[in-house]
């Protein structure tokens, strides 16, 4: 079964900067497009950023040009630097494939942004 980690998250002011990891296993990982979701408290889950297994990425226009999505397949992990942090980018993060039907969600990173 695929099992996936995310670490990272944390306390931090607005306009500061964190990197989110999130390693997988229990599949090829070199072989999946992923994606990073959030969700913050009373919302869905939003995906904000994907990155196919070429490399190619797309980002939500609401952290486009703030967030970069990358991936390591030598260490099956997929990254997410999140530069100028405002606060509605408060929320826990999670990463998944972005195929049909996603993998079980792991536990997710916190993310808080309070001055």
């Known amino acids: 079964q695929v099992h996936m980690v995310e670490s990272g998250g944390g306390l931090v002011q607005p306009g500061g900067s964190l990197r989110l990891s999130c390693h997988v296993s229990g599949t090829i990982f070199s072989l999946n497009d992923m994606g990073w979701f959030r969700q913050a408290p009373g919302q869905e889950r939003e995906r904000i950023a994907t990155?196919?297994?070429?490399?190619?990425?797309t980002y939500a226009d609401s952290v486009e040009g703030r967030f970069t999505i990358s991936r390591d397949n030598a260490k099956n992990t997929v990254y997410l630097q999140m530069n100028s942090l405002q606060l509605d980018d408060t929320a826990v993060y999670y990463c998944?494939?972005?195929?049909?039907?996603?993998?079980?969600w792991g536990q997710g990173t916190q993310v808080t942004v309070s001055s």
């Open positions: 998944n494939s972005i195929r049909l039907v996603p993998w079980p």
């Open positions: 990155i196919s297994t070429g490399g190619v990425t």
